[in-house]
Nanobody, 127 residues
Framework: QVQLIESGGGLVQAGDSLRLSCAAS????????MGWFRQAPGKEREFVAA????????RYSDSVKGRFTISRDNAKNTLYLQMNSLKPEDTGVYSC????????????????????WGQGTQVTVSS
C-alpha cells in the first residue's frame, strides 16, 4: 500500500506557473506507475499526465501538452507536475494516483486502472 499527499496548489493568474508535488510513503515508490488527474466543479475527473515506473515514458492530455511536464524522483519518493502558461480552464482539484506494476513499464491513462489516490490540491487560475 502507498499513501499519497499532494501539495503546491494555489491561486494564480493566467500565464503563471505552478509546480505540484506528490509525496509517496509506504511501499517502494518505483513499483508504481504514476499519474495526475484533475476535476473541475461539475465535471468528471480528467486525465492530465502519466509517467512510467522509471520515468522514461510519459503521456499527456492534448489540453496540457507542451505546457505541463510530469516527472518523478524515485530516490525522493516524489512525483511532480510542472505547469506553465496556466489558463483559467486549468482550474480544478489536482490529484495524483499510483498504479502498482512491480515489473511493468506501462504508462497508464485510465483512472480505473489506478490503485491509490491522494486527496488532491486545489489549483485556481484567474483570468
Amino acid at each position: 500500500q502507498v499513501q499519497l499527499i499532494e501539495s503546491g496548489g494555489g491561486l494564480v493568474q493566467a500565464g503563471d506557473s505552478l509546480r505540484l508535488s506528490c509525496a509517496a510513503s509506504g511501499r517502494t515508490f518505483s513499483d508504481y506507475a504514476m499519474g495526475w488527474f484533475r476535476q473541475a466543479p461539475g465535471k468528471e475527473r480528467e486525465f492530465v499526465a502519466a509517467i512510467s515506473r522509471s520515468g522514461g515514458s510519459t503521456r499527456y492530455s492534448d489540453s496540457v501538452k507542451g505546457r505541463f511536464t510530469i516527472s518523478r524522483d524515485n530516490a525522493k519518493n516524489t512525483l511532480y507536475l510542472q505547469m506553465n502558461s496556466l489558463k483559467p480552464e486549468d482550474t480544478g482539484v489536482y490529484s495524483c494516483a499510483a498504479d502498482l506494476q512491480r515489473n511493468g513499464i506501462r504508462v497508464v491513462t485510465a483512472p480505473a486502472e489506478y490503485d491509490y489516490w491522494g486527496q488532491g490540491t486545489q489549483v485556481t487560475v484567474s483570468s
